[in-house]
């Protein structure tokens, strides 16, 4: 199988266009498709990259053009006529500054694998060979292995003209994203060699830096390499491009693409989370890019690949995204709590978790978690929110049936040595490998957590450590020091983006779309407004609400009712007994005493 060398020059990138140039050798037959994919792994949605192509012409050895007949919205048939060898040229837009998309602009270059190389059909498996040309003063960053460096680097750091990586196969191809601009990089001082390469200006000031930033992130690279016993790359890269209003990742088999905003370093809580979005992204290099199931590791480009087992590479991630955060030291026990309880406060706020499981809401991610509509609220919960809590509380559950001999840590090592190591593909049906690796049955959590639709049991698990879940009205907002009232809308401004079922709203004919303009009689111009302007009714009171829809002024009378819990708090217990102790082995640090409150999460701003 012959070679595919890519040529990509970067002539006018104000334009935010790519010049793309293929050379190979086709296989036997009359004709080659050439193809690109409608789908990326690690991000569930057909997003149909071929409708950034333009100017595809292809010509042989001769020098003579070869008919193009497009045959389907992402395929290409060549007729060879004769020819031995093939070289084909397209123009590549890219103007979307996200991890799974392309963009070109006169700052720099951001190139998705999945999105930039049409190749044969045929040819999957063949070797590649990309050159770059670029301005000279920008620096190209990739995991890829840099043809002509005797040294194998993190990332391939070259400049200019003819800039070259090889890998050995499409596949390899389409999981090593390229950054060509100005960039800052670090050598990150962990046990595996990695590098952070920074694109973007970061604004001034703040509690926190870029150097603080890299010893933190080695500190959590060690951590998941503890716990997994092996790195699964000789080195990592992590590309980090700085945005206002950005944030998203995505990762790759040893590398990621990480998006956030240029504020990172103004407060602990931006800090922390981009630290959990490093985190997140390195430790799918395991989970994810090689613990998956057979549907995302044999996977056709053109099409969905459908699992049901989402859960497992987002569920267990996102526990560990934030754990590895404090198991490694870079945040507090508090700060762990705060993040655990502010994702049970939106799961809770999320009537979609009583209609769908994560098994169905892992399946559906084709056609709900990546499309949401306003109906999502009351239909869907994402894999991600509820998998991350359902592990928490299943780490917890595991570690109390086993008296603290065996926790999450253990499934997640016999994952890896099982599946991932070998690369084999794990079956859908997981339950026997979390019981063979704790040695506990979990048919019962299973049937609730994952197969069904219950919520995770917060007060029980948390017991275990001395803590106690509590959920209350927001005093701040509760009428007569009871519930607060509310409508049951999600809002931006005044404009009403989703309805809660059973809600006032529902029931009273408001609809998403709405704009809600007065409440009885007196003009609201934000959701913060409406907010207040409820604070002050009674339950059971009617209400009259202005609005407009669709260019019409309606006035809806509502009657309030009181609002679900508003108000979450993890405090210790009056009478801990023995779970200091277990406390300190879950979270590394001592128990804080009985009767403190540890951390408050209340969900008025997230409705109105």
């Known amino acids: 199988m012959s070679t595919l060398r890519y040529t990509i020059r970067l002539d006018a990138p104000v334009r935010h266009t790519a010049d793309i140039e293929l050379v190979f050798a086709p296989e036997s037959g009359d004709s080659v498709d050439i193809t690109l994919p409608a789908w990326c792994p690690g991000s569930y949605l057909i997003r149909d990259y071929a409708r ?56 720099h270059a951001f190139l998705h694998g999945p999105a930039t190389y049409v190749y044969p059909t045929t040819m999957r498996d063949a070797k590649v060979d990309v050159t770059f040309h ?168 053109s099409r969905e690949a459908y699992t049901r087992c989402l859960w497992v590479m987002e569920g267990i991630t996102s526990h560990y995204d934030r754990f590895a955060l404090r198991s490694s030291g870079r945040i507090s026990a508090k700060s762990y709590l705060e993040k655990v309880l502010d994702d049970y406060a939106r799961l809770m706020a999320t009537p979609g978790r009583m209609r769908q499981s994560l098994e169905e809401s892992s399946f559906d991610a084709w056609i709900k978690l990546y499309k949401p509509d306003e109906s999502n609220l009351n239909t869907t919960v994402s894999y991600y929110l509820k998998g991350g809590l359902v592990m928490f509380a299943l780490d917890l559950q595991i570690r109390r049936r086993t008296e603290g001999a065996r926790s999450l840590d253990d499934v997640l090592r016999l994952l890896w040595t099982k599946f991932g190591a070998p690369r084999e593909p794990h079956p859908e049906e997981l339950q026997p490998i979390f019981e063979e690796a704790t040695g506990i049955g979990l048919g019962d959590t299973f049937a609730r957590l994952i197969r069904g639709t219950d919520d995770p049991d917060f007060r029980e698990e948390l017991g275990y450590v001395g803590l106690e879940l509590r959920v209350s009205a927001d005093p701040a907002t509760a009428s007569d020091g009871a519930q ?101 082995a879950w979270l590394g640090e001592p128990y804080p005493g009985p009767g403190q409150i540890l951390t408050t999460i209340t969900t008025t701003a997230r409705w109105v």
Request: proline share 6%; with cysteine.
């Open 134 to 301: 670029f301005p000279d003063a920008w620096t190209l960053t990739t995991a890829a292995q840099p043809i002509g460096e005797v040294s194998a680097p993190a990332v391939a750091r070259r400049r200019g003209t003819g800039s070259r990586i090889a890998c050995d196969s499409i596949d390899e191809l389409f999981d090593h994203p390229v950054h060509i601009g100005p960039t800052r990089t670090y050598n990150v001082p962990s046990q595996v060699p990695c590098k952070l390469a920074i694109y973007g200006e970061r604004s001034r000031g703040g509690m926190f830096d870029e150097q603080r930033l890299v010893s933190d992130l080695a500190a959590i690279v060690d951590d998941h390499l503890r716990r997994f016993g092996e790195a699964p790359f000789p080195d990592y890269t992590f590309i980090l491009m700085l945005t206002h209003d950005g944030y998203g990742g995505l990762e790759h088999r040893a590398s990621s693409v990480n998006l956030f905003n240029p504020h990172f370093a103004a407060t602990r809580k931006s800090y922390e989370g981009l630290l959990e979005l490093l985190s997140h992204e390195l430790f799918h290099a395991w989970n994810g890019k090689r613990i998956a199931p057979r549907a995302l590791l044999d996977f056709d480009y």
């Open 52 to 107: 950034f192509v333009r100017d595809l012409e292809a010509n042989g050895e001769d020098g003579r053009p070869r008919k193009v007949t497009k045959v389907d919205k992402q395929t290409w048939r060549i007729d060879l006529a004769g020819a031995k060898e093939l070289t084909v040229r397209y123009g590549l837009y890219g103007h979307d500054l996200t991890v799974r998309t392309n963009h070109i602009d006169a700052d």
């Open 484 to 584: 607060g009232t509310w409508l049951g809308v999600t809002a931006s401004g005044t404009k009403v983006t989703g309805v809660f079922d059973g809600s006032p709203a529902q029931v009273g004919g408001i609809s998403p779309g709405d704009e809600l303009i007065a409440v009885d009689g007196f003009r609201a111009t934000s959701d913060g407004e409406l907010r207040n302007l409820l604070s002050s009714r009674k339950i059971g009171e009617e209400v009259k609400f202005a609005l407009f829809r669709r260019g019409r002024l309606l006035e809806l009378p509502i009657v309030i009712s009181s609002s679900p819990p508003t108000r979450y708090e993890i405090a210790t217990v009056a009478e801990p007994g023995s779970s200091p102790a277990r406390y300190q």
